[in-house]
């Protein structure tokens, strides 16, 4: 298991998104992962549906490699919340992922009417009461709901919380971009898992290149330039992180094992380096990789 004793360390199922969750609880184990994400509901067309409701062959198969490694799993994903009547699927993915164990299930804002948004994620989240489940609002830097301030705020008025990913948090540039540091100190309490992935600073020049950098080629933690010693030194020490860094090219080259052993080593250099940061109080958060 990881190395950092006090903060959890995961792999979140977009790492490896083409792995089914009994196999991922395999390779995390064998990675030194603590626990994993599940996206237990797709995405796309394009994705394989992974069947983990209760009763399913599948839930049985995770559980029991869950039993067998050690490894659990914290969050579930992923729903778009449009403005559309999204209840029967987030009941389900909450049987899901109450089921496996998970204590939150990760949306995204694509309604652009705030208000309603606001009250569809709070009867979510009075329904995950019962699942043991809170819904987690995920900034998107090409949704509506794109920046940590706009997330917190829709949060707090909900009742839920946000989730954190350095490269949204990176690529936002749109009104109060300039203060995304401050708004992810001030927010800090909000937030109960850290997505950790790295990156050129450079910014896609479009929202298909946002896209597809999103999905498909995102880099391992502290060979970028997204400054996440600093992202990981403003939230909790003891903070859960988990690497959320899909690469098609790179799992091609590496294989299923060797990417996450990679992203594992990747993080660890990570939160040792946000851990003397902050014992030391070097930290330059404007600066630092």
Partial sequence: MTENAHRPVGLAQLSLLNTMPPDLVEVAARAGFDF???RVRPVTPAERPYNLQPGSLML???RSRMEDTGVTVRDIEFLLLDGSDQREAWLRMMEAG???GASSLTVAGADPDSARLVGTL???TEDGRGFGITPTLEAISYQPVASIAQAADIAR???CR???DT???NRYNGPGAADQWEELRANADLVPLLQLCDGPAERPASRDGLVLESRSERGVPGEGEFGLVAAVAALPASLPVSVE????RRVAELGKLGWARLLKSGVDAVLAQAGSAQLTGTLDRAGAK
Avoid at 245 to 248: G, I, V
């Fill in 245 to 248: 860094a899909p690469s098609d």
């Fill in 98 to 100: 109450q089921a496996l």
């Fill in 122 to 124: 709070a009867r979510m």
């Fill in 162 to 164: 946000i989730v954190v």
């Fill in 60 to 62: 049985r198969e995770t």
């Fill in 167 to 169: 490269l949204h948090f």
């Fill in 157 to 159: 008025q909900a009742g």
């Fill in 36 to 38: 994993i994400g599940v």
